[in-house]
Nanobody, 115 residues
Framework: QVQLVESGGRLVQAGRFLRLSCVPS????????VGWYRQAPGKERELVAT???????NVADSVRGRFSIFRDYAKNTLYLQMNNLKPEDTGVYYC?????????WGQGTQVTVST
């Protein structure tokens, strides 16, 4: 098992930037694929970006070129750098870790992008 804690979400104007953080309860980055998902009201949860233990990334078309995912092993922290934010980026952002035993999710952090 692993616990995931997200932080960094807030209200921000379109065109600005945010960096979200996720801290797992133990070091998993060399073992498990981790990533970020988001969910807007009335919509299904969708993939934002993932990164594998060897550093391969998968980024959603909707955020490619604006968002990036990376890890800091020393700080045991997963980040989502969000640049040039748009109103359609609004939603609850969840940290995720996946292994053979299933998926683990954080509680989420709210990102609201205003016009």
């Amino acid at each position: 098992q692993v616990q995931l804690v997200e932080s960094g979400g807030r209200l921000v104007q379109a065109g600005r930037f945010l960096r979200l953080s996720c801290v797992p309860s133990r070091n998993i980055f060399g073992i498990n694929t981790v990533g970020w998902y988001r969910q807007a009201p009335g919509k299904e949860r969708e993939l934002v970006a993932t990164i594998t233990p060897i550093g391969s990334t998968n980024v959603a078309d909707s955020v490619r070129g604006r968002f990036s995912i990376f890890r800091d092993y020393a700080k045991n922290t997963l980040y989502l750098q969000m640049n040039n934010l748009k109103p359609e980026d609004t939603g609850v952002y969840y940290c995720n870790a996946r292994d053979g035993g299933g998926d683990y999710w954080g509680q989420g952090t709210q990102v609201t992008v205003s016009t």
